[in-house]
């Protein structure tokens, strides 16, 4: 028996069960108008198709909870059939397409380990780690006689994505970035 939660504990990352299909919440607002009933606003996304959609809960609605199964895998190759990754404890291999994937295309280097949550025996999602190491393979050279730490320009990193990084960020750094937010977080001494 799938475990199910009070619309009023949904919080963001959280997998429901929404018209049958397993959903991430992207975004919620509980909300109590005036005299009023409370309410839950959510923003979600349908892991199967990747649609997003806005729906409302009665606050004290009992909502079913996703059943995932989380597998660390390793980033192995990209062809035209799609991502591959090796299960890390039993070497299976699994293929995803770039819509099951979404932004995590943009930080995914071979050798890179993820989880990966299945829903009733299928890949629906991926977490990337907190932080992915890239090099900067494109950017304009720094500006010696910059002095203000906050200026920015923006840098193509080796797996094609392009990022804001600060003035003295050079091709050819290895840099951490935070691949949930997109951002530079530090240059890395290799």
Known sequence: MASSVQASSIRKGMVIIYNNDPHRVLDFQHRTPGNLRAFVQVRLRNLRSGLSTETRFSSTESIPRAELEEHQVE??????????????????????????????????????????????????????????????????PGIRTATVSNVTKPAKLETGVLIQVPNFINEGDVIRVNPLEGKYLERVNK
């Open 75 to 140: 980033f192995l190759y990209n062809d035209d059939n799609g991502y591959t990754f090796m299960n890390t404890e039993n070497y299976e291999q699994y293929t995803l397409d770039i819509e099951a994937l979404g932004d995590a295309v943009n930080y995914l280097i071979p050798n890179l380990k993820i989880e990966i949550a299945f829903y009733e025996e299928k890949p629906i999602t991926v977490e990337l780690p907190s932080t992915v190491e890239l090099k900067v393979i494109e950017t304009e």
